[in-house]
């Protein structure tokens, strides 16, 4: 038998040495808490795989995948929060799970044993954690072996089959490849010896699209030059509907910019009768003038993420006259960036964000 290499023996050692007092650690606090023992024990299990002759290779890689069974769950995040009892969720399930019982006008529940849930109940598991960023995990363009914890940075710098782009897009070229074929396309690349005027027409297009995004910002830095801005902070709150079968909406307490008394007001996925049977949600909001005017309002506004909120939301600015016969602004999307974002803002107690509002003089 062909001895060891010095490096392989002390990390066999280190995985020894982690997996005997993981177990040591799992038997020990079995008592105390069924969460951090699980956490503890997957640690071992984890240790041990690494141990496993063969594991890495792609036909020898089941142990690592049993591993991640253990919990469930495909593994897909790196946090992971637990019941009470000890359940684990993970970051994802664990916000739509709040988002749905929030839709349902439910207490949420773990999906195991049904105990009550919420964001002050539930901590997340470092030691689960811990475990699963050492789990391998199979990289999607070389399909080798790599520790969750390294796969991000493997993947988007290090794979030589990663999927890259020609450095000559500027100006037209679609071609996308692995990163291992870039060198050899862009030296037979056609784009760099066109003509001025095949080139013109590429980059007419690639004008237009930025003359787009230049549109928003510069009708932001428009409306900063206006003489009567006001902000402030808002906070949606929950409530229902009166109907037989009661919708969820979210309306702010009164708050006062420019001088004039408002309201905002906020729906999921338009008030459809279900949304939480869907898997896309949205939110739109409007805006209420509640104060009365003597003369026709108009007005640009904007809703932006609050100081304490980590959600992302696209600027986007909305133009409205309000008057006293017509003080209340059709429903607009709310601009967030997916369902995901959405699961975020109705899994939370209050939405907290920022209102920008522009008075335009004539």
């Given at each position: 038998m062909t001895p060891k290499p010095e490096g392989e023996w002390s990390t066999a050692l280190s995985q020894v040495v982690l997996g005997v007092v993981s177990l040591h650690a799992a038997v020990s606090t079995?008592?105390?808490?069924?969460?951090?023992?699980?956490?503890?024990?997957?640690?071992?299990?984890?240790?041990?795989?690494?141990?496993?002759?063969?594991?890495?290779?792609?036909?020898?890689?089941?142990?690592?995948?049993?591993v991640a069974t253990v919990i469930g769950l495909p593994l897909l995040a790196f946090d992971f929060h637990w019941c009470t009892n000890g359940h684990l969720m993970c970051a994802g399930c664990f916000i739509h799970l709040l988002a749905d019982a929030r839709?349902?006008?439910?207490?949420?529940?773990?999906?195991?044993?049904?105990?009550?849930?919420?964001?002050?109940?539930?901590?997340?598991?470092?030691a689960v954690e811990k475990a699963v960023s050492e789990l391998p995990s199979e990289c999607g363009f070389c399909l080798r072996q790599f520790p969750r914890s390294l796969l991000e940075r493997h993947q988007k710098e290090e794979c030589q089959d990663r999927v890259t782009q020609c450095k000559y897009k500027r100006i037209g070229c679609p071609w996308h490849g692995p990163f291992h074929e870039l060198t050899v396309h862009e030296a037979a690349c056609a784009h760099p010896t066109k003509t001025?005027?095949?080139?013109?027409?590429?980059?007419?297009e690639m004008d237009q699209s930025h003359r787009k995004e230049m549109q928003l910002y510069n009708s932001i830095f428009s409306l900063l030059s206006f003489e009567k801005i006001g902000y402030t902070e808002v906070q949606f709150r929950p409530y229902r509907t009166d109907d037989f079968i009661t919708r969820l909406y979210y309306e702010t307490p009164r708050f006062t910019v420019l001088n004039q008394t408002w309201v905002l007001k906020a729906r999921v996925n338009d008030s459809e009768r279900n949304p939480n049977l869907s898997c896309k949600r949205t939110l739109?909001?409007?805006?209420?003038?509640?104060?009365?005017?003597?003369?026709?309002?108009?007005?640009?506004?904007?809703?932006?993420?609050?100081?304490?909120?980590?959600?992302?939301?696209?600027?986007?600015?909305?133009?409205?006259?309000?008057?006293?016969?017509?003080?209340?602004?059709?429903?607009?999307?709310?601009?967030?960036?997916?369902?995901?974002?959405?699961?975020?803002?109705?899994?939370?107690?209050?939405?907290?964000?920022?209102?920008?509002?522009?008075q335009i003089q004539k």
């Open positions: 079995a008592q105390a808490s069924r969460g951090a023992a699980a956490g503890f024990l997957l640690q071992a299990l984890a240790a041990a795989t690494m141990l496993a002759p063969g594991l890495g290779t792609q036909e020898d890689c089941l142990a690592g995948a049993w839709l349902k006008e439910e207490q949420a529940t773990c999906p195991n044993c049904r105990c009550e849930i919420s964001k002050s109940l539930c901590c997340r598991n470092l001025g005027n095949e080139l013109m027409e590429i980059l007419d739109s909001f409007q805006l209420l003038l509640k104060s009365k005017v003597t003369a026709p309002l108009e007005c640009s506004f904007l809703l932006l993420k609050g100081p304490y909120d980590d959600v992302r939301i696209s600027p986007v600015i909305y133009h409205f006259v309000f008057t006293n016969e017509s003080n209340e602004t059709d429903y607009v999307p709310l601009p967030i960036i997916d369902s995901v974002e959405c699961n975020k803002l109705l899994a939370a107690k209050n939405i907290n964000l920022r209102l920008f509002l522009f």
